[in-house]
Each structure stands twice: as structure tokens, then as C-alpha cells.
């Protein structure tokens, strides 16, 4: 500094988060392939996709990011996937899978569809399948049933199981947490076998299922448990009795107002609640696992 002349001004350090030019700094871009493909993988399958056009640094992360694929949202009309854009998809995508969406009862999706989504590499290992099919057949069940040693969630519907017998196949869902069956018609036996092959189930959601009169829960990790009847008179078994055999970490067991089913509770000494569910019960299951998270 010259004797008797003005101070030179200081420069200020830059805010955390803000370069000198005044721009704000780019940490989301800076972080490593991984995490920014497990941040990709949890939004929408579209927004996914967009994210492409970002930067450079984002052209080719989208592809290895594990696929959430939502037919939901593959649609050229109000009701039909356009199976082009799905068939573009699978055919490009080089990451595992984290998730596959299709529920035929609403979206028109054509078999030949529906089976290319579930033999596709690019949904190998994925851990979140929500898959409603009235039209599901034994190839599809098959293939569906690829996926047992990865699941963590699983939310079937519109199908009947009644003839699959789990215990013989040897089916295990070894990292499976969360299990919902919406208007399935399974037989009493398979049903029991299922929740057997489910060592680490912590919510289990039956919807409007038939095939049988009894559920009989005996596991050591079920937390809460939601049950709705059919409530329709038809040909097959309809649900009366719910017996908790063993169940030393269940928390809520929640059924429909109204019902006439016979509960009976031989042991779960941390049961909180035993009480009747709103009519919105295909919402149950994720409304519980965020109060149990």
C-alpha cells in the first residue's frame, strides 16, 4: 500500500456454493457416476430421460442409471403404451433395473409387450415390481417370478395364483419387504407358502383376494399387516378367519370396518394397533411403510 493513497479494495471470498463470477457452482455434476444414476433412477421415467440434455456430463448417465420403467407414462393416448418407446428403452439402456410399473387393467399394453418388458436384461435385478395383469398367463408368471431374489417390494394384482404352488418351487423373496396382493385369487396352501418364502417381510397388504378362508401369519419380521375383504358373493373362498400365530415384531394389524372376519392374536407382544382401515386400502401399504421407515 503507497503512503497516503486510497486502499486497494479486497476481494471477498466467495460464498460456499457461489463462484466469483457471481454463478452458482455446479456440485449436483460434480459427484460421482453412482450416485448421480441412483438420484436418476428415483425420478419419473420421462424426467429421467430429460436429464440427457443437461450437459454433456449427463448424456450418458440416464443409460446406465438403474431403468425405472412406468408405463404409466409410455402412453400415445389416455389408455395405450406406446410399446415403440418401451421396445427404444429396453433396447438402449445398459443399467440393472430399479423398478418396472404395468397395469394392463388400465393401459392397454400388448402381450408381446408385457413379455419383452419382463425378459429384458436391462430389468434384470430390480427391486420394486408393481404389476397388475388380469391377463397374466403362465409364461408371464414365470418370468415374474425371475425376479424373486432381488425384490424388496412387491405390489401383484388382477391375476390368479391358485395353481402356483411356491413350497414345490422352491421360491424364495429373500430381500423382499413389502408385499401386496390386490384381487388375486390364490389358494389358501400357496398363500401361506409365499409368506414362508418371505424371511424379511415387514408389510404385507390382501385387497380384495380370494381363494381361501383363513390367513395364518407366523413370522419373525411382519410389522403391519392390512386386510380387505372382497365383499362381493362369488364361487370361490372368501377370507374368514385371520389367526396370529407368532408375530413378535407386529406392530399394526388393520382390517375393513364391517367386516365379520374372526381375529384371533395368540402372540405379539409389541402390537400397538387393532382397529379398522379406511376404503382407500390400495394406498395402505405405502402409507405404512413411510410410518414404519
Known amino acids: 500500500m503507497d503512503a497516503g493513497g486510497p486502499s486497494p479494495k479486497r476481494r ?6 457461489v463462484e466469483e463470477d457471481g454463478g452458482c457452482a455446479d456440485y449436483i455434476s460434480a459427484l460421482p457416476d453412482a450416485v448421480l444414476g441412483d438420484i436418476i433412477s428415483l ?8 436429464t440427457r440434455i443437461l450437459a454433456s456430463r449427463w448424456r450418458d448417465l440416464w443409460l446406465s442409471a438403474p431403468l425405472n420403467l412406468d408405463c404409466r407414462e409410455l ?12 421396445s427404444r ?5 445398459r443399467g440393472p433395473g430399479r423398478r418396472l410399473y404395468i ?4 393401459h392397454w399394453i400388448p402381450a408381446d409387450t408385457v413379455e419383452a418388458c419382463l425378459r429384458s436384461a436391462a430389468l434384470d435385478n430390480i427391486e420394486e415390481l408393481d404389476f397388475i395383469n388380469h391377463l397374466l398367463e403362465k409364461p408371464q408368471r414365470a418370468l415374474i417370478l425371475r425376479f424373486s431374489p432381488t425384490l424388496r417390494v412387491a405390489n401383484i394384482g388382477g391375476c390368479n395364483l391358485s395353481d402356483v404352488n411356491f413350497h414345490e418351487l422352491h421360491l424364495h423373496f429373500p430381500l423382499l419387504k413389502l408385499l401386496g396382493l390386490v384381487n ?5 396352501s400357496s398363500l401361506h407358502s409365499l409368506i414362508a418364502g418371505c424371511p424379511a ?6 385387497d380384495m383376494c380370494s381363494g381361501f378362508r383363513r390367513i ?17 358373493p362369488i364361487e370361490s373362498l372368501l377370507l374368514e378367519q385371520i389367526v396370529i400365530e407368532k408375530a413378535p415384531c407386529l406392530v399394526r394389524l388393520l382390517f375393513e370396518r364391517g367386516s365379520i372376519l374372526q381375529v384371533t392374536v395368540l402372540a405379539a407382544p409389541k402390537l400397538e394397533t387393532l382397529g379398522f382401515i379406511s376404503d382407500k386400502c390400495r394406498k395402505i401399504a405405502y402409507h405404512l411403510t413411510c410410518a414404519l421407515a
Do not use: F, W
Open 75 to 86: 402412453t400415445a393416448g389416455r389408455n395405450e403404451v406406446r410399446s415403440d418407446v418401451v
Open 43 to 50: 425420478l419419473p421415467t420421462k424426467e429421467g430421460a430429460r
Open 216 to 232: 395364518q401369519i407366523n413370522s419373525p419380521t411382519i410389522r403391519c399387516m392390512a386386510v380387505r375383504e372382497y365383499g362381493i
Open 201 to 206: 417381510l415387514e408389510c404385507l397388504l390382501i
Open 184 to 188: 388375486v385369487m390364490i389358494s389358501e
Open 89 to 93: 428403452i429396453l433396447s438402449s439402456h
Open 103 to 106: 397395469n394392463t387393467c388400465i
Open 12 to 17: 471477498r471470498p466467495a460464498s460456499p456454493g
